[in-house]
């Protein structure tokens, strides 16, 4: 099951999209498909039927975008929080087999992840290995080829 947590800058994202789609592409796709019907036949129209299909896109992901928003739990920062991995945490893990691979993730709600980023979602195995852990302790991880170790080297939170 999904989380419903999500970073603020994650919520301000998903605002920023759904007001992006519903006051200014939604619009303009609604002005195109009304000027391509006023063109005759529109089952051979190409600019109505992109346009009624991009409509309906738009409309899907502003349904999503809506709840996403009406169920989400912003998680803000608290100093609390210092010196363990909890939700919005950046932590550097050391491979336990590697003392030489490292890598850097951060803990976000589901429609944050990017793993461009290294944005992990909590609900990922590496992350709820991580939920509640220290600096120095070693978190397993399931993969598909076996357990992995790693050890946690620092932990640090976006303010």
Known sequence: ?????????????????????????????????????????????????????????????????????ENAVVVDYSPKQEGKVYF?????????EDEHHTVRYRIVGSDELDPKQSYISVDSPMARAMIGKSIGDTVIAPTPSGDSSWIILSISYEK
Do not use: C
């Open 1 to 69: 099951m999904k989380s419903n947590h999500i970073t603020r800058k994650g919520f301000e994202t998903l605002q920023n999209e759904l007001g992006q789609l519903w006051n200014i592409e939604r619009p303009k796709v609604t002005d195109a498909v009304h000027e391509a019907a006023k063109n005759g036949d529109r089952s051979e129209n190409g600019d109505y039927i992109y346009g009624k299909r991009r409509l309906r896109e738009i409309d899907r992901r502003v349904r999503y975008l809506t709840k996403r928003i």
């Open 88 to 96: 919005g945490a950046w932590v550097t893990l050391e491979s336990d």
